[in-house]
């Protein structure tokens, strides 16, 4: 007969819980790590009046830290490979589809997470402003009155505006292989806030006219029922074991 001990050892290992996967839809990334509240890094070049390069693999992070585990979009809404993304989106809208489609807006700071990955680069794919991303389109003078008219006078406005790009136009626009891809550039986000700020919903990511912005630029000005030529979402949800 073997020895107790091992008896005890067997019987652990037979009764012991099966570890749960936590799992995500096939158009989803399970983003999982953790997240602090805030990072500072050292500006090394600037342009436009805002820092363009960042001294690589220089970062201090700062305040608490929240662990992540969160499913998130491939692409921005619609979230499919060689469709460009929505626009003229609020965040009720965002609320609205992703709700339709199962899921929810993410937080910021899941965004935030999926946006810059392990290293915590401050624009994801590294740390400064190249074309990597859809970000470095010149600016058009916008014609405020003609989106704020709404109808067909906006859309045609928007129209005008657009420099967006199909999802899946720059691959290497990510933090890490297999990561959601244009977190910053392309379509402005619409996230759930986790910071105090005047509304319960802020815009990151920038546009791709914005190449100053990086993964922590946050846009707060906005109420929920705002909606502009570049601003858009994309969807998280809770991994399913």
């Known amino acids: 007969m073997a020895p107790s001990f091992i008896l005890e050892i067997l019987l652990a290992v037979q009764t012991a819980p099966a570890a749960t996967k936590e799992h995500c839809p096939r158009d989803m990334v399970h983003v999982k790590g953790t997240h602090p509240e805030g990072i500072r890094y050292k500006c090394t070049a600037t342009k436009w009046g805002l820092c363009s390069a960042y001294e690589e693999g220089n970062l201090r992070v700062e305040g608490a830290t929240h662990p992540i585990s969160a499913c998130v979009d491939r692409y921005e809404a619609p979230n499919r490979e060689g469709e460009p993304p929505l626009v003229m989106q609020s965040a009720e809208d965002g609320e ?29 794919y590294g740390w400064r402003v190249d074309e990597t991303c859809n970000m470095t389109k010149p600016w058009k003078t916008v014609n405020n009155s003609f989106i704020a008219a709404g109808g067909e006078l906006a859309k045609r406005e928007a129209e005008r505006l657009w420099q967006g ?26 996230v759930r ?11 990151m990511g920038g546009h791709w006219a914005k190449p100053w ?18 601003t858009g979402f994309r969807c998280c949800k809770d991994p399913t074991p």
């Open 96 to 124: 609205a589809w992703c709700k339709a489609n199962g899921k929810r807006l993410c937080t910021e700071y899941e965004w935030e997470t999926a946006c810059e990955g392990d290293a915590r680069r401050p624009h994801g």
């Open 165 to 190: 790009e199909a999802a899946g136009s720059r691959p290497g626009c990510r933090a890490e292989p297999g990561y959601p891809l244009d977190m910053v550039g392309n379509a402005e986000e619409w």
């Open 213 to 230: 912005q990086t993964c922590r630029g946050t846009n707060w000005a906005h109420e929920p029922s705002f909606r502009y030529y570049e």
């Open 193 to 203: 806030a986790n910071r105090r700020y005047r509304w319960p919903v802020v815009m």
